[in-house]
């Protein structure tokens, strides 16, 4: 690509060095970069002249200049980008995302049930589409400025860039602020940010000279030295001819050059300033003045006339000019607005400037504007007019201002800002106001509760407020039904109330409540242990398409994945939240995709995938923040090293209990002790194993969770028990496990319960039974390929065999579990096999060549110790020891400390005890 020369820019070589380097990276993949800095800084210079050499350079350049005025207004930066191509992509769209992109850009009218979220993956496509021709750059200045839902569509395709495709934005920022587009935390290294910093006084010259300045040279550099070096400030104090001692505040300066505006430029100036860069012949048309007008504005160096639009030379120039406006004439303004805009949404926002108190019919013209904002995916401006639509409602009108506040709610937990949604419904449920805006509160606040008593007892309240009206009301029950029953444990209640859901949902139209209802019920059922909840999980499938969902609403697919998983139906889960993650990624929801992490993070553990657990939980905790969902990660991640016996776990355990979801909800309870109990097991800690692990079956059961007690805690209960020499109560459990999983044929139960059948035979010293059962335990763990499962039957089998006598089998079993635990990363596991190998397998002499001093080393370092240690324990040096291995690996044939402990561990190598 073309490198910008130094005549586009003057006194910026550094600069151009960097943005010329940006280019150059683009001809082998994506690259973005962000020019940031202070306000007039020249930011956007160097981004104009970037621009300009990437269409010269023949790429495709998509440009959004968004300003202040704009902020409220949905997908207006995203219009700006695609307004110019829009008409040579859509119809190269899969007609989803056509659709929804469509209805963004408010070229049609948006469907029923188009997802809000699709506009970032229709934004994505696009730039595919154009990059097929070649490079395609997003061009964005002043990305501070982004309409939220433009930036959320804009951070999705960043996070996305492929083939020559870059973004190149501006930034104003100041200290503390975060990056509107998450760009580090999407890009990595694809991302350059330059801070563009001052002029040198010699650079602040040229600027000056360059513009035309014909002043002294002491009175440029007093205006380096108070402008600080600032271009902008530098100009407009050079065009204010501002007298020694003048703050170069850029009030003083704006305010100055708008008292010198010619009055017949005045008009076009505010109007500008009110409405945002604007068609000039419209403008030039409506205002008096037309034309001479427009011109007086742009001879004042206030106003420029970019591709037809009349708009501020400067963004700064906009908001000063509009802060200069007297209230009530910026109100008048904003009426006069009404007639150069079209378009619900902007009609409704100039309609709430332009309004000074309660006024119904402004009220209910912004929240259809919100609704239609919503319907288009526009959420953070829908919540916006929402919150217009409530300031203006009439006193009187409680009901109506508690339905909007919902309504904003609703909408601002869509967007993910969970606690400020909280806190509307609070102020609704602290009023006097009842009926369906009460219960829509009520439905919307159980999504925030941790305490499920709490939130039982908010839905018992909405389906008695929600009386007149079937939609909510099944809602309300749906909610109800899975609060009761995943939470607080009363599943045949929730049975009932999830039917009443269903069979009420089945009464409207509303596919979107049906398909709630119809997944609860599926769960609840699924805990119960009820054989016909797959039914019900097929059709909540069938009744997704083309929802629109609310705070609330459950997709079938995590829950149906979570049955298939229990039953040990890996490839079947795997498919349902692989159509999750895909739905998900296509409407571009970042915070449903980021939950997933820890749903396949669950999955992962359970199928002995746990490099892949370790990465998604390492993701999930990255995003989460404090509440359910970081609780819930932590746990999940104290699982996965309870299992690997690392004491991490217990630093997890006390993290996560910080949180009030560890008490409140018995999964994560359990989830909590058991990773505790596990880690004693791990340890060979079997009373402290015991005492922790025997309570939580019967306390999974009493609240539900059968499948928890059956595939999760009972196996290791058990094997606690027998540790512990307490065979009686191991006896009870085993008989109980067994009942359970023979009961329903359970693919992961069977092999458990014959595991622990294998340990009592075991202790009893019944080898025959032990290893029968055993071997029925090893099968059915082959058989729904749970490795970690697997090993640990395998170390009890070959534990059983070298008692038997069957040494070489005995060998074979262990070593095949040392491989599955090492690979694992179970460490302690992996320790335990490596004993039993010793006892399995026949020692050969002490002797082999190694000297005494070189056994010594050897069985330090296979005990664990470092050479410092070592070194340490034999009185000798460090060098010493370096060099008793180095010969201990040349006679043994080995290369590593790690080999050194197999080959001792799988008694190829015999070593005395240090």
């Known amino acids: 690509m073309r490198a910008l020369g130094e005549s586009a820019v003057v006194g910026r070589d550094r600069e151009l ?99 809000p979220h699709a506009v970032g993956r229709g934004l994505v496509e696009a730039i595919r589409v154009l990059g097929s021709g070649g490079p395609v750059i997003l061009a964005v200045d002043d990305i501070q400025w982004l309409d939220a839902p433009s930036a959320r569509a804009i951070a999705f395709a960043a996070r996305r860039l492929e083939g020559c495709t870059g973004l190149l934005a501006t930034w104003r920022r100041s200290e503390g602020d975060a990056d509107p587009l998450d760009l580090q935390r999407s890009l990595g290294d694809s991302l350059a940010t330059l801070d563009v910093g001052p002029l040198s006084a010699d650079a602040s010259q040229s600027v000056l000279r360059h513009a035309g300045s014909h002043l002294p040279l002491r009175v440029l550099q007093r205006l380096h030295t108070e402008s600080g070096g600032n271009p902008f400030y530098a100009l407009e104090l050079a065009r204010s001819a501002a007298t020694p001692g003048l703050s170069p505040a850029l009030k003083v300066v704006v305010g100055q050059r708008l008292s010198r505006l010619p009055e017949i430029a005045r008009p076009v100036v505010e109007m500008a300033a009110v409405i945002g860069p604007v068609d000039a012949g419209l403008l030039t048309r409506f205002l008096e003045g037309g034309e001479a ?66 006024d119904g019919a402004a009220a209910a013209l912004l929240e259809r504007a919100a609704l239609a904002a919503r319907a288009r995916g526009a959420l953070e401006s829908g919540a916006e007019l929402a919150r217009q639509a409530r300031r203006l409602t ?118 979107a409540v049906l398909a709630t209802a119809l997944t609860t019920a599926a769960i609840v059922r699924t805990y119960r242990g009820d054989p016909d909840a797959e039914i019900y999980f097929q059709r909540a499938i069938e009744s997704t398409d083309g929802v629109e969902w609310i705070a609330g609403d459950r997709s079938p697919f995590v829950a149906f994945a979570h049955q298939r998983f229990w039953q040990g139906d890996w490839e079947g889960a795997d498919a349902l939240l692989g159509r999750e993650r895909a739905q998900a990624a296509q409407n571009g929801e970042d915070s449903r995709l980021e939950r997933l992490n820890l749903f396949e993070a669950d999955l992962a553990i359970r199928r002995g995938r746990w490099s892949d657990a370790d990465r998604l939980l390492h993701d999930a905790l990255a995003w989460a923040p404090p509440g359910y969902w970081r609780t819930r990660a932590l746990l999940l991640r104290a699982l996965l090293r309870a299992r ?69 805690v009972a196996p290791d209960a058990v094997e606690a028990l027998v540790n512990a020499g307490d065979l ?177 561990a799988d008694g190829r190598v015999a070593l005395v005890d240090p």
């Not at 400067?314 to 303004?333: E, K, Q, T, V």
């Not at 217990?650 to 989830?671: G, I, M, N, R, Y």
């Open 17 to 115: 060095s960097e943005v010329n380097r940006w280019m150059d990276r683009l001809a082998h993949g994506p690259a973005a970069l962000v020019l940031s800095g202070e306000a007039g800084i020249g930011k956007t210079t160097l981004w104009e002249a970037a621009v300009a050499t990437s269409r010269a350079a023949d790429s495709r350049v998509l440009v959004a200049r968004p300003v202040q005025a704009e902020l409220v207004l949905g997908f207006s930066a995203l219009a700006d980008l695609l307004d110019d191509v829009a008409d040579e992509v859509l119809p190269r769209l899969p007609d989803p995302l056509a659709r929804a992109l469509a209805a963004a850009l408010l070229r049609t009218d948006p469907e029923p049930g188009l997802d």
């Open 293 to 358: 007008a427009l011109d007086a504005a742009v001879e004042s160096g206030l106003m420029v006339i970019r591709d037809g639009q009349a708009c501020f030379d400067h963004p700064l120039l906009a908001a000063g000019a509009y802060d200069s406006i007297a209230p009530g004439r910026r109100r008048a303004l904003h009426r006069q607005a009404l007639d150069l805009v079209h378009g619900l949404e902007e009609q409704a926002r100039h309609v709430a400037l332009a309004t000074d108190g309660h």
């Open 394 to 511: 009439p006193a009187g009108n409680a009901d109506d201002h508690a339905r909007r506040t919902v309504v904003q709610a609703d909408l601002l937990y869509l967007a993910g800002a969970d606690q400020e949604a909280s806190g509307l419904v609070d102020d609704v449920l602290r009023s006097d106001v009842r009926g369906l805006s009460r219960a829509r509160a009520l439905i919307h606040r159980v999504q925030h509760d941790e305490e499920p008593q709490v939130a039982v007892a908010r839905l018992e309240e909405a389906v008695i407020e929600a009386a007149s009206d079937d939609v909510v009301r099944a809602r309300a029950l749906a909610g109800l039904a899975w609060m009761r029953g995943v939470w607080a444990g009363d599943l045949e209640t929730a049975v009932h109330e999830a039917e009443a859901a269903v069979t009420l949902a089945e009464s409207t139209s509303d596919s």
């Open 644 to 712: 690997r016996g690392s004491r991490e776990a217990l630093d997890d355990v006390a993290d996560a209990s910080s949180s009030p979801a560890t008490t409140a909800d018995p999964a994560l309870a359990a989830t909590a002790r058991y990773a505790i109990g596990l880690v004693a097991l791990a340890d060979g800690r079997a009373q402290d194993a015991a005492a922790r692990l025997t309570p939580l079956p019967d306390f999974l059961e009493t609240h539900g969770l059968r499948e928890l007690a059956i595939l999760l």
């Open 728 to 904: 009686a109560s191991a006896v009870a459990a085993t008989e109980h496990l067994h009942r359970r999983a023979e009961a329903s044929q359970h693919p992961l139960g069977l092999p458990a319960a014959a595991r622990c059948r294998g340990l009592l035979s075991l202790a009893h010293g019944d080898l025959d039974s032990a290893l029968s059962e055993l071997a029925v335990s090893r099968e059915g763990f082959e058989r729904i390929d749970m490795p970690y499962e697997l090993a640990r039957t395998l170390l009890v089998e070959g534990n059983a065999l070298r008692r038997a006598g069957r040494r070489a089998l005995a060998g074979d079993a262990l070593e095949r579990a040392l491989r599955t635990f090492e690979s694992l990363g179970a460490e302690r596991w992996a320790h335990r096999c490596q004993q039993e190998l010793r006892r399995a397998r026949p020692r050969p002499g002490h002797g082999l060549d190694l000297t005494e001093a070189e056994q010594r080393v050897a069985s330090l370092v296979v005990a664990g110790h470092t050479n410092r240690e070592v070194a340490a324990a034999l009185f000798t040096s460090v060098a010493t020891v370096e060099a008793h291995l180095t010969r201990i690996y040349r006679k043994l044939g080995l290369r590593s400390r790690t080999e050194l402990s197999r080959a001792v």
